[in-house]
T-cell receptor
Framework: DQQVKQNSPSLSVQEGRISILNCDYT??????FLWYKKYPAEGPTFLIS?????DKNEDGRFTVFLNKSAKHLSLHIVPSQPGDSAVYFC?????????FGQGTELSVKP | NAGVMQNPRHLVRRRGQEARLRCSPM?????VYWYRQLPEEGLKFMVY????????ESGMPKERFSAEFPKEGPSILRIQQVVRGDSAAYFC?????????????FGPGTRLTVT
C-alpha cells in the first residue's frame, strides 16, 4: 500500500535544462509534503516543503508545485547542475512519521 | 553544531547474532526517529522516540527489534537473532521538540550485513 508514489525510478537531464520530478499521493487528507535529496552512502537531506494551503513554494533553483485536486506534486529544478545528481524522495509527514516515496534517481549530464 | 551521528557505519553480523546500532541526535534535539532502507526500496519508518518514551512504534517488526532513547546517552536500535532479511541501511533522524512534524535531520546511516 504505497501512499506516496514516484513512478519514475530514474531521470536523465542535460546540464542547464529543467528537471521535473513527479509524485502522486493517495490520501486527500495529507497536508504537508517535503522533498529530500540523497547522495550515495549519506543520509537524506531536506530540500523544500509545501503546505496544502499553498500551490507553489520556491527556494532558489527549486520550486515545488502542489495540485490538490489531482493529488500530485512536482519538483522543478532549473537550471539543473551536475551536483544535483542524486536520488530525490517525495515525502508526507504524518505526525512525525515520514512516509517516503520510492525515489527518483536524477542524473544531470554536463 | 555537529550533525546526527550514527555508529558503526558498517556492521557485519552472522545469522543469530545481535546487532546494536547507535544514534546521537543533534544538540538540542530531543526527538529521534529510525528508518530502514531495504535494497532497491525507499526508506520505511520504524519508530519515533522522545527521551525515555516511545511515541510511535507502528513500523517496528513485532519480534526481535527494540529501540530505546535513554535520558543520558544515544538512542539504540537493537536487533536480536539477526536474519539475512535484516540486511539493510538503517537511518536515524532527529528534530527539536516543535519541528518534528516539519523537517527531520538524518544521520549517514548504518549498513548492516548479515552473513
Amino acid at each position: 500500500d504505497q501512499q506516496v508514489k514516484q513512478n519514475s525510478p530514474s531521470l536523465s537531464v542535460q546540464e542547464g535544462r529543467i528537471s521535473i520530478l513527479n509524485c502522486d499521493y493517495t490520501n486527500s487528507m495529507f497536508d504537508y509534503f517535503l522533498w529530500y535529496k540523497k547522495y550515495p552512502a549519506e543520509g537524506p537531506t531536506f530540500l523544500i516543503s509545501i503546505s496544502s494551503i499553498k500551490d507553489k513554494n520556491e527556494d532558489g533553483r527549486f520550486t515545488v508545485f502542489l495540485n490538490k485536486s489531482a493529488k500530485h506534486l512536482s519538483l522543478h529544478i532549473v537550471p539543473s547542475q551536475p551536483g544535483d545528481s542524486a536520488v530525490y524522495f517525495c515525502l508526507y509527514n504524518q505526525g512525525g512519521k515520514l512516509i517516503f516515496g520510492q525515489g527518483t534517481e536524477l542524473s544531470v549530464k554536463p | 553544531n555537529a550533525g546526527v551521528m550514527q555508529n558503526p557505519r558498517h556492521l557485519v553480523r552472522r545469522r543469530g547474532q545481535e546487532a546494536r546500532l547507535r544514534c546521537s541526535p543533534m544538540k538540542g534535539h530531543s526527538h529521534v526517529y529510525w528508518y530502514r532502507q531495504l535494497p532497491e526500496e525507499g526508506l520505511k519508518f520504524m519508530v519515533y522516540l522522545q527521551k525515555e518514551n516511545i511515541i510511535d512504534e507502528s513500523g517496528m517488526p513485532k519480534e526481535r527489534f527494540s529501540a530505546e532513547f535513554p535520558k543520558e546517552g544515544p538512542s539504540i536500535l537493537r536487533i536480536q537473532q539477526v536474519v539475512r532479511g535484516d540486511s539493510a541501511a538503517y537511518f536515524c533522524a532527529s528534530s527539536p521538540p516543535d519541528r518534528g512534524i516539519y523537517e527531520q535531520y538524518f544521520g549517514p546511516g548504518t549498513r548492516l550485513t548479515v552473513t
